[in-house]
């Protein structure tokens, strides 16, 4: 397939991604006083939904979930490595409910960053990233003593495809102090969605979810190291 023909698809899904991001950020701001919370999860997950499958539609990008019987009933802390926005729109409708970690400055995009600060996120400002670390254990416990997983990309930027850097200890320290088990996800998005590309390109991303790690017997070191290796030797190579 041509540069040219890539192109093209790119941009009717970028025409068609903000279209439907006003539509349902509008929706949302509009309803969420009449919606209970897990109501406002469900309709903040359909935009992911739609999103996605505009994607599919205009460039051909579809995927296979792997070991959904390992996603926990209750809370947990889920580390995936992370190679383009693609995860985080699949995350958003896998993992129910959550609460996303952002930049404090998303908040302030119209129509969508309105929308997304009344789901609750987790904001941090990534310019300190000190009191980063603060803020993301303080609002993670809370958040997940709530009931709310979290996800967390502990390499703390996107990644190319094939590549993984070295994991963070933050998702497995906030797993310890709130007292809940972490899940590992591998993907290879980033074949399909390459990271700061404008192109988008057809492809099957392979998503795998792995057993949960019990916290109560392993060290914050342990814990990161065991999830960081089943990551890597779990991800699908092109």
């Not at 019987?69 to 995350?91: D, K, M, R």
């Not at 850097?165 to 998702?171: E, I, M, Q």
């Amino acid at each position: 397939m041509t540069r040219i023909v890539l192109g093209v698809r790119s941009t009717l899904f970028y025409i068609g991604y903000v279209h439907i991001t006003i539509v349902m950020s509008t929706l949302f701001i509009l309803v969420y006083g009449l919606l209970p919370p897990r109501g406002r999860y469900i309709l903040a997950a359909t935009w992911c939904f739609c999103v996605l499958q505009w994607l599919r539609i205009t460039c051909g990008v579809n995927y296979e979930v792997k070991g959904l019987e390992n996603i926990p009933q209750g809370p947990a802390v889920y580390l995936s490595n992370h190679q383009s926005s693609w995860e985080t729109l699949l995350f958003y409708r896998l993992v129910f409910p959550m609460s996303p970690i952002l930049k404090k400055e998303l908040l302030k995009i119209p129509f969508w960053g309105w929308a997304l600060w009344l789901t609750r996120p987790i904001a941090i400002d990534r310019s300190k990233p000190r009191e980063a670390g603060k803020s993301l254990l303080l609002q993670g416990v809370r958040r997940l003593k709530e009931g709310n997983s979290i996800v967390i990309f502990p390499e703390g930027t996107r990644s190319r495809p094939g590549e993984i850097r070295r994991f963070s200890r933050s998702g497995a320290t906030l797993a310890e102090a709130a007292g809940v088990p972490v899940v590992p996800i591998a993907h290879n998005a980033g074949y399909a969605w390459p990271p700061r590309t404008f192109l988008k390109f057809p492809y099957k991303v392979t998503v795998e979810i792995g057993k949960p790690i019990v916290i109560s017997d392993q060290s914050v070191n342990q814990i990161t190291e065991q999830a960081e290796s089943w990551i890597r030797n779990t991800v699908v190579v092109h």
